[in-house]
């Protein structure tokens, strides 16, 4: 078992400053989530812990030991990736064995290790198989078991699951964390899939332009989250950003429009607050009531519906509050259509407030 | 007036009916005919010329089927032709073309693979520079190489013999040889490179376990390439070597432009034939390969 920790790592590609001065630390059997949107660097950071590309500053540990110069094979990873990197011209037994046989290990040894993994994963009847004539599925199923048997402490995820269909990437991240919860080894998973990152980890790192955003628990993440760009990128559909300003003595009214919503009782952050500050209040759809439940709410409001939205098992509303767009989500058999009122009710106690220029948690 | 046009039974239905002889088939078909009798009647003319005897040609019939089929020209162009002081025909220029192919077409695409290899895969300080400097080497006009190289080899004791030529082969096919691999390495898709290292694959081990298996289409493109260009070269062999180590080409050259008695048609026809072969065998062989691998260039990810 290992824990793994970067410091102050730069990477630059000739003038381009991907990785700018990121510290992270992930302690032994930590299951870490990278998330972010695409091109924000996440893949670039995983590279660099495996020993893939060179850092143009900065130190990598792993399981205390300085690795920052080592090659890949020698910092104990395995690694999967995006779109399998299966060797197409090996079966999938030569896959499995071809790292161990590099490392030189005794074909004894070999063969319990891929019965193993193999046994693991369920591929023992695929094992002679070329990787053309497996399901997508089942080629990742492949790319794991070729880091199983690597026999590491450290796992590294690139995506593993954006190339297969709705149903399977489903099938696999339970697996996956199955996987987890047996090996108890440490992983770091790298996703834009913000289920993916909710469902599977003990901590997420948020990052965005070569930094990490925010570290934290999937549900501090989702209900505190530390900036605007942290708030709009997790959940779905979106938090709705009411701008407005703070007043009162204590800073601690929010004023958008005629509408004055009190904070007192919220959780405010050692942000400085100042009154007539600007700012934006982030209230998520799930988060308001409809109807006789809003009533209890401490902020309720008739508005006019404009837009419906069926998903099943709930139902997206759109509608504008305070003069300005305002979406929550209905029961699924909810019967409501464009220009009905309804009443709706919020608690900023569960809100999130940031400064509008800084875009910092208040 | 939906109902009217579902049940109307003259909608068309199924699949769209096609016409065998359409203006614009006859139009493509009498093109491509015209173009082939354009290329395969010269080659037709050769043959037929190449089997017959002296007496038949001078009849003047030159399309004409030989009315009495003879190999006696193309025994005669094998084995007996003279050039200069040698008689032994042009199995001499075939050995000894063969002895400049092979070592040239083993060495070059060896080197070049392993440079394009490393070009795209192990970028190093200074990787793209080298790589467009060997790409402008392509473009500097041979005419300007021809002496300094003789020169070259000169110094190095080479000059006359097969391995010199084999070395300027080898040389001059490096830039577009590298060019090929590397842009065919380059489609190969990174993470599979990844995948190896972290595997523990070294620089050999990848480049023989993973990257040579993946790549048979584009060595045949480049055994091609390099088949058809070395053979058929005459520049390089007229210059850099001597009569006893002439390649086919100029032995062929020696032949057809011989000064002394008639000229025997039907010999050199049969001479030309038989220098042309080679290409073309290899192209018959791998022909389906060719165009795979050039199709795989070519789609670069
Ligand atoms: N080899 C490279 N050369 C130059 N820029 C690169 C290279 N690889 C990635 N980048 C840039 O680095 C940034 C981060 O890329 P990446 O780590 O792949 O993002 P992510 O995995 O989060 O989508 C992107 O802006 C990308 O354009
Ligand atoms: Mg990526």
Not at chain 1, 338 to 355: H, N
Not at chain 2, 44 to 73: A, C, D, H, W
Request: aromatic share 10%; hydrophobic share 45%.
């Amino acid at each position: 078992m290992a824990t793994v920790s970067v410091k102050d790592l730069v990477l630059n590609f000739g003038s381009v400053k991907v990785l700018r001065d990121l510290n992270l630390n992930i302690p032994t059997g930590e299951f870490l989530v990278l998330l972010g949107a695409s091109g924000s660097g996440k893949s670039t950071l995983l590279n660099c812990i495996a020993g893939l590309l060179d850092v143009t500053d900065g130190q990598i540990f792993i399981d205390d030991k300085n690795v920052t110069w080592s090659e890949p094979k020698d910092r104990g990873i395995g690694m999967v990736f995006q779109s399998y990197a299966l060797y197409p011209q090996m079966t999938v037994k030569g896959n499995l064995s071809f790292g161990l046989k590099n490392a030189g290990l005794p074909k004894a040894e070999i063969e319990k290790r891929i019965e193993r993994a193999a046994s693991v994963l369920q591929i023992e009847p695929l094992l002679d198989r070329k990787p053309s004539a497996l399901s997508g599925g089942q080629r990742q199923r492949v790319a794991i078991g070729r880091a199983l048997v690597r026999d590491v402490d450290v796992f590294l995820f690139d995506e593993p699951l954006s190339n297969l269909d709705a149903k399977l990437r489903a099938d696999l991240r339970v697996e996956i964390k199955r996987l987890h919860q047996k090996l108890k080894n440490t992983m770091i998973y790298v996703t834009h899939d913000q289920v993916e990152a909710m469902t599977l980890a003990d901590r997420i790192a948020v990052m965005s332009q070569g930094i990490i955003l925010q570290l934290d628990t999937p549900t501090t993440i989702y209900n505190r989250p530390a900036n605007k760009y942290v708030a709009g990128f997790i959940g779905s559909p979106e938090m709705n950003f009411l701008n407005g300003e703070l007043s009162g003595a204590k800073a601690n009214v929010f004023e958008t429009s005629d509408k004055k919503i009190k904070l007192t009782s919220y959780e405010f952050s050692d942000e400085e607050r100042n009154n007539g500050q600007q700012a934006i209040l982030g209230v998520r759809p799930e988060q308001v009531a409809v109807a006789d439940q809003a009533t209890a709410m401490p902020v309720t409001e008739t508005v006019e519906v404009e837009l419906v939205e069926p998903m099943g098992a709930d139902t997206l509303v759109w509608s504008t509050y305070a003069g300005q767009p305002f979406r929550f989500r209905m029961e699924g058999t909810a019967n409501v259509s464009p220009g009905d009122k309804v009443k709706i009710g919020f608690d900023p106690t569960k809100a999130s407030l940031f400064d509008t220029n800084s875009e910092l948690r208040l | 007036m939906v109902d009217s046009a579902l049940n109307n039974a003259a909608e068309p239905r199924g699949p769209k009916p096609k016409r065998a002889f359409s203006r614009a088939n006859i139009f493509i078909y009498g093109t491509l005919l015209l173009v082939s009798i354009y290329y395969l009647l010269p080659l037709y003319v050769m043959i037929v010329t190449s089997l017959k005897g002296m007496p038949e040609i001078r009849l003047g019939n030159v399309f004409g089927p030989p009315l009495e089929p003879t190999f006696q020209p193309w025994i005669k162009a094998w084995a007996e032709a003279c050039t200069g002081i040698n008689c032994d025909g042009l199995s001499r220029g075939f050995w000894n073309s063969v002895k400049i192919l092979i070592p040239s077409i083993v060495l070059s695409i060896l080197i070049a693979s392993v440079n394009g290899y490393a070009l795209a895969n192990w970028k190093f300080k200074g990787s793209e520079t080298f790589f467009t400097i060997l790409i402008i080497g392509a473009f500097i006009p041979y005419q300007t190489m021809l002496y300094p190289i003789v020169i070259m080899l000169r110094e190095i004791k080479l000059m006359g013999s097969i391995w010199g030529l084999v070395l300027v082969h080898t040389v001059f096919g490096m830039p577009i040889l590298t060019l090929l691999f590397r842009n065919y390495f380059t489609s190969i898709p990174e993470e599979l490179f990844k995948a190896a290292r972290v595997d523990g694959a070294g620089f050999w081990g990848i480049y023989f376990k993973i990257m040579l298996p993946m790549s048979l289409p584009i060595f045949v493109v480049a055994i091609i390439l390099q088949v058809t260009g070395i053979w058929n070269d005459f520049l390089f062999g007229v210059i850099y070597t001597k009569p006893d180590t002439y390649p086919m080409t100029v032995q062929l050259n020696n032949i057809v432009n011989s000064v002394q008695g008639v000229k025997e048609y039907n010999v050199n026809m049969a001479a030309t034939l038989l220098t042309g072969l080679v290409p073309l065998v290899i192209y018959f062989i791998s022909g389906k390969l060719f165009v795979r691998g050039i199709a795989a260039g070519a789609v670069k990810g």
